[in-house]
């Protein structure tokens, strides 16, 4: 299904992708946008949409899914991929600024108590997420007229995730409830080397994932080793340092769980400003709707299953599902940096050069020289009208193009899109009836 406009930007009925490309084919309608694929008449059409379209999130701390029902009708589905390097780039930065101050190479001294956090103040890695789905409601209410909203508002309770058992008092008494760290570890390991199994010598604490690796200090990823395991051990895992069952029993992180609880609530309160119904969905019910819907475990297809809106069967009005990874728009410091702080180049201060900016997915036709021939591909700019064309990893395929062989196919707005078929069961879906199992069957 095609999302359509009207010649005022009013959004219509999405339509077959066959009617979309006879308009565009007919002259009676133009290419609006690429991503998501939308069309624009040229007449000015008032008709009155009589649709119920819903609009279903999946909420999650890296990924998000997002999908559009008319009814039974699955008309869109995409999966949003949020940002996770802001923290190593705020570190970086900090780290950098604090080696220039020690240095003395700034006249200013430390700052403290100047900032304050506003009410309701998230960290910028969470407020990332939420900004997303926040832009990504605006944008599709631009070109659907969606009536509804379905969000699955999941609470996850960490303790329980631990310990199935715990119960009462239980959750005011952590893991070492009556325990030091040393003495916990030492009963937990029996008191001997978990890699070769020495008794009756001196053991260190160990990391089973070690923290050059994003490893934690949680009583869940220590160990117990010999000074010569340690040693030998340096900076990989257990699994890696041919022990996968010590890497077995170190819990998994639960940062992702605290993300979506802290967040839960910040999203809601995103999705009611719009005006629109919402509609709140569990966990257990998406996971009973996918079942039943005979549908397998991924972020688009929780979407579709979100809420007791979810109907009895599904048909598929489309086979693809839109990958949208966040990118950010380019870096607010326009200064280079080496590894040591120091400025090595300048950014531009303008960011438009002869109509096209960086990021800006454009189709290029060179008709001689080195480069010649047809690309496509995300471009680079320069002040001098010759620009580089990038492909989706980010490799030069072309270096030094003129701007007059450019032609814009999307605009850079933050994000970078891919497309993927969707699957069941390994099986490409085209339209496909999906129902609900009697139960027992």
């Given at each position: 299904m095609i999302f359509v406009l009207n010649k005022n930007k009013k959004p219509l009925d999405p339509c077959h992708e066959s009617v979309a490309r006879k308009l565009l084919k007919d002259g009676k309608a133009v290419v609006h946008k690429k991503y998501p694929f939308t069309i624009r008449l040229k007449e000015l059409k008032t008709t009155e949409n009589n649709s119920n379209f819903r609009l279903k999130i999946d909420y999650g701390s890296r990924h998000t899914g997002l999908a559009i029902l008319n009814g039974s009708n699955v008309i869109w589905t995409s999966q949003i991929h949020h940002k996770t390097n802001i923290v190593d780039n705020l570190k970086s930065r900090r780290e950098l600024r604090r080696n220039r101050r020690t240095r003395n190479t700034r006249y200013r001294q430390k700052r403290f108590n100047n900032r304050k956090r506003r009410e309701g103040w998230i960290p910028p890695s969470l407020q990332s997420g939420v900004d997303n789905i926040d832009n990504w409601v605006f944008k599709l209410r631009n070109i659907c007229p969606i009536t509804n909203i379905s969000y699955?508002?999941?609470?996850?309770?960490?303790?329980?995730?631990?310990?199935?058992?715990?119960?009462?008092?239980?959750?005011?008494?952590?893991?070492?409830?009556?325990?030091?760290?040393?003495?916990?570890?030492?009963?937990?390991?029996?008191?001997?080397?978990?890699?070769?199994?020495?008794?009756?010598?001196?053991?260190?604490?160990?990391?089973?994932?070690?923290?050059?690796?994003?490893?934690?200090?949680?009583?869940?990823?220590?160990?117990?080793?010999?000074?010569?395991?340690?040693?030998?051990?340096?900076?990989?895992?257990?699994?890696?340092?041919?022990?996968?069952?010590?890497?077995?029993?170190?819990?998994?992180?639960?940062?992702?769980?605290?993300?979506?609880?802290?967040?839960?609530?910040?999203?809601?309160?995103?999705?009611?400003?719009?005006?629109?119904?919402?509609?709140?969905?569990?966990?257990?019910?998406?996971?009973?709707?996918?079942?039943?819907?005979?549908?397998?475990?991924?972020?688009?297809?929780?979407?579709?299953s979100i809420g007791v809106s979810t109907p009895e069967k599904v048909m598929f009005k489309t086979n693809q599902v839109l990958h949208i990874k966040a990118k950010g728009r380019g870096s607010h410091c326009r200064t280079n940096l080496d590894k040591y702080g120091f400025p090595r180049g300048?950014?531009?201060?303008?960011?438009?050069?002869?109509?096209?900016?960086?990021?800006?997915?454009?189709?290029?036709?060179?008709?001689?020289?080195?480069?010649?021939?047809?690309?496509?591909?995300?471009?680079?700019?320069?002040?001098?009208?010759?620009?580089?064309?990038?492909?989706?990893?980010?490799?030069?395929?072309?270096?030094?193009?003129?701007?007059?062989?450019?032609?814009?196919?999307?605009?850079?707005?933050?994000?970078?899109y891919t497309t993927e078929y969707l699957e069941v069961d390994g099986i490409p879906l085209m339209t496909e009836v999906i129902s609900i199992l009697p139960s027992g069957s």
């Open positions: 699955e508002n999941v609470k996850f309770d960490t303790q329980l995730m631990q310990n199935p058992e715990i119960s009462g008092i239980e959750y005011q008494q952590g893991t070492l409830q009556g325990y030091e760290v040393r003495q916990y570890l030492l009963e937990k390991w029996n008191r001997r080397c978990a890699y070769c199994g020495a008794e009756n010598i001196p053991l260190q604490i160990e990391h089973i994932i070690p923290k050059a690796r994003k490893g934690t200090n949680r009583v869940s990823n220590l160990t117990l080793a010999c000074d010569s395991c340690n040693k030998s051990k340096g900076t990989m895992t257990a699994e890696e340092f041919g022990h996968p069952e010590i890497q077995r029993q170190a819990k998994q992180s639960l940062k992702d769980a605290t993300a979506v609880t802290v967040t839960r609530w910040k999203v809601y309160n995103v999705l009611m400003e719009t005006g629109l119904d919402v509609e709140c969905g569990t966990g257990g019910r998406t996971k009973f709707n996918r079942t039943n819907l005979n549908l397998p475990k991924d972020h688009h297809f929780d979407a579709i300048y950014f531009a201060r303008q960011k438009n050069f002869f109509g096209f900016q960086t990021g800006d997915i454009v189709k290029a036709t060179v008709l001689k020289g080195k480069y010649n021939g047809n690309y496509v591909g995300a471009v680079a700019c320069r002040k001098t009208g010759y620009f580089d064309i990038k492909n989706r990893e980010g490799v030069r395929v072309a270096q030094g193009i003129s701007h007059r062989y450019l032609k814009v196919l999307n605009r850079t707005d933050g994000y970078e």
